[in-house]
Structures are given as C-alpha cells and as structure tokens.
C-alpha cells in the first residue's frame, strides 16, 4: 500500500488483484498541498551537504524529471539560476557552494562578472558577487503529477480519493502478519478497514500524524510548520528571463525571498518563513508585504511595488523548529527508512524542499527499500 496522505477513506473498494498497489488520499485530488504550493523549481543539488540524501537524491531527480518531463510532454523550463550576494556574509556563502559543487558534488556552477551582469542582468543587483546555476530550472507542477497519476494508474496502481485515515494497526508482532487500515469515506462517512503486507507512509504534511497513529508515546514526533508566503508581479518591466535567489543567510528557514517564473514569463516571489501553528493556514498574510518588498528590493531594485499583489500560501513540514535550510547547526535531511522494529513499513518523514525535484529519485530509493523488505521476509522463511 502506498499512503500519500495523512488521512484516507476507502469505503467499500475492490482491488484488481490482490497485489495492487493503492494510493490513499484525503484530499479530492492528488498534489493539493506542498506539491502544488511551492516555487514550482527544478533545483540543481547544490544547497546541502555532501553525504546528505537531499543533495544525492536532488541531484539524481532532477536528470530523471528532466527526462520524465520530455519523454511525456510534461511543461518545463531549464532557465538557470542567479545566486546574488549584496554583502560580505553572502559572497562567504556563495564561495562555500562554488568549492563544494566543483570539488564535492560535480554540480556545474559558474561565476558571473560585474561586466555581464550589467550586460544581461535585466535590472537584477548583486553588489558582491553572482554564481550561476545553469542546471536550474522550472516545471509544471501540476501536469507532472497528473502525469504521474496516470502512469500509476496505467500501471496496476489504484487511486482512493477523499479518504481521511482513522486508523493503524499493525498485525501480529509489529507488522509481521500485515497492516489493518481504518479509513472513512470523506463524502459519506462510513467507515471500513484494507490489510496490507506493507504501508509507505508517503503523506507530506501529514507524515508524522501517520507516524504517530503507529508509535508509543515514547516516540511521537512534532511537526512544525514553515509556512511561505508569495507575491505575483503584473507589471513587465523589469523583464527578468531567469530564477534569482538571494545568497543563503544564516538562521532562516528556507532560500529567502527570491524571483521565479511560470512557465508563461509571469514572475512572482517568494517564499518567506513565517511559523505558524495550523497547517490549513493557507491565506498569504499580507501584514509580511513590507519585509517581502525590503527583500525583494535588495536584488530587484527597480520592481514596481504597486504591481506586487499577494498570490498563495504554501506550508513546508519540518521535523526542527527553525531548522537550519542547508548544512550546518540544526539542519535536518529527509528521512526515508524501514522504520526500525517493525516489519514492512517504510517511512518518509520531513519531505520539503527539495523534494519536488527529488520525487522521482526518492521513488526509486523507496523501491529498494520495499525490495529489501521482500528479500528479508523470503530469507526468514528459508
């Protein structure tokens, strides 16, 4: 079974075979939440440290959704990326990702000179320094996971829309006879139960809510919640061509406030860190309007303030609070794992950035957990 959300209703669903795969969401459509409310951006890999899963599995799901994306006509862009430093501490940062993408990681990255950046720049200010990212890009995110969606589908999976979760239980010692799963019918209300040999616990948001229906109190964990505000831009000057983040600061929760493009050349910005409580707080807060213009301004001097109008809201689910983005104090990478002392379980805990374009390698490396889990079962029977 594979569990995309943090609740799910089947009510009374028969499978094609007894191996199918099933997919169970809470929402009425896949994707509603992180994986639509994002930047929509193909990143390099070029943020985390060197032996972290967020940079190996980056790096390998941005090649095969590069691929993915040509092979099934999926919107994309490979625009490339301006990393700006306005100051001392940001050009420090900026030389910390060129040394370890060129003696580390094999990530292509280039410096840009003053000369071209006051040729090509299109308005855009980087007082210190700027490194490009030409490997960067832009997709459509809502045409991939309809595609995705698809492909399941064409391939055995089954789909449970609108299924919120009520329970999980495992069966025998720890999940060696199978998993029961109580699931309510959104519409409805009605209740029944599916068994399964294996759960993947898949459910973004609401991930560690799967985790914790199957845990002791001892090892509960607590979400916390970055939301990310962003800003449209009606006006088209300046018309700027290509992705422009700010150099990474220290203490913040994500890349700061940068420029991104639709696949339409409309710009927009975004996001910024605010911690909130609630998870379905999704309206921009526009009180943080100021601070975003500030930010803005500091790379994009002459934007058009009148033109910037809040957008949407998106919420990043993070295991720390104030967690540090990259490396370093309090950073946290991606948990993927057989969930230690149970059987056939896997677990995906703390899937933000960048885990849109990690996606599809993270599937793989899912896969081969699950291929582990079979091998261990037929070697105990042996």
């Known amino acids: 079974m594979w ?6 209703s089947i009510s009374s669903m028969r499978l094609p075979t007894e191996e199918a795969t ?4 809470r929402h009425p459509a896949v994707g509603t939440e992180t994986s639509s409310r994002n930047s929509e951006v193909i990143h390099a890999g070029i943020y985390y ?18 691929e993915l994306c ?10 490339g990326k301006w990393i700006v430093a306005q100051n001392d501490e940001q050009m420090t940062a900026l030389h910390s990702i060129e040394k370890h993408c060129r003696e580390e990681i094999g990530v ?8 071209e950046i006051a040729r090509e720049g299109e308005g855009v200010r980087a007082e210190k320094g700027c490194l490009e990212s030409p490997t960067t890009g832009i997709v459509d995110s809502h045409g991939l996971m309809i595609t995705l969606q698809g492909l399941f589908e064409e391939n055995g999976g089954v789909v449970a829309l609108n299924s919120p979760v009520q329970r999980i239980t495992p069966l025998g010692d720890k999940g060696a006879s199978g998993w029961e799963v109580e699931v309510m019918d959104g519409t409805t209300g009605e209740t029944s139960t599916v068994t399964t040999e294996t759960i993947v616990n898949a459910a973004g948001l609401g991930a560690v809510e799967v985790h914790n229906m199957i ?4 090892d509960k964990k607590t979400l916390y919640y970055a939301k990310g505000n962003y800003f449209s831009y009606g006006s088209s000057h300046p018309k700027v061509s290509r992705l422009i983040y700010p150099a990474p600061e220290p203490g913040l929760g994500g890349l700061g406030t940068h420029l991104t493009l639709d696949l339409g050349g409309r710009l927009k910005f975004g996001p910024d860190v605010e911690w909130v409580d609630d998870p379905n707080d999704l309206s921009v807060n ?14 994009l001097p002459g934007v058009d303030v009148d033109s910037l109008k809040p957008d949407y809201a998106g919420i990043r689910p993070k295991l720390a609070h104030r967690q540090a983005v990259a490396t370093g104090k309090g950073f946290q990478d991606f948990v993927i794992r057989k969930e230690s002392g149970y059987e056939g379980w896997v677990n995906l805990l703390g899937i933000e950035s960048p885990g849109l374009t990690s996606s599809l390698a993270i599937g793989e490396q899912v896969e081969k957990l699950i291929e582990r889990l079979y091998q261990d079962k037929v070697l105990a029977l042996k």
């Not at 569990?3 to 799910?8: A, G, V």
């Not at 099933?22 to 969401?25: A, F, K």
């Not at 292509?108 to 000369?115: K, L, N």
């Open 3 to 8: 569990y995309d959300c943090p609740f799910l």
């Open 22 to 25: 099933l997919l169970i969401e």
């Open 49 to 66: 440290g060197t032996d972290t899963m967020k940079t190996s599995l980056c790096v390998r799901g941005k090649n095969l959704l590069y």
């Open 70 to 79: 040509k092979r099934h006509d999926v919107g994309f862009k490979n625009t």
């Open 108 to 115: 292509p990255v280039r410096w840009v000179s003053q000369e």
């Open 215 to 218: 845990v002791p109190d001892t």
């Open 286 to 299: 526009t009180s943080r309007f100021e601070q975003a213009v500030r930010e803005i301004k500091r790379f």
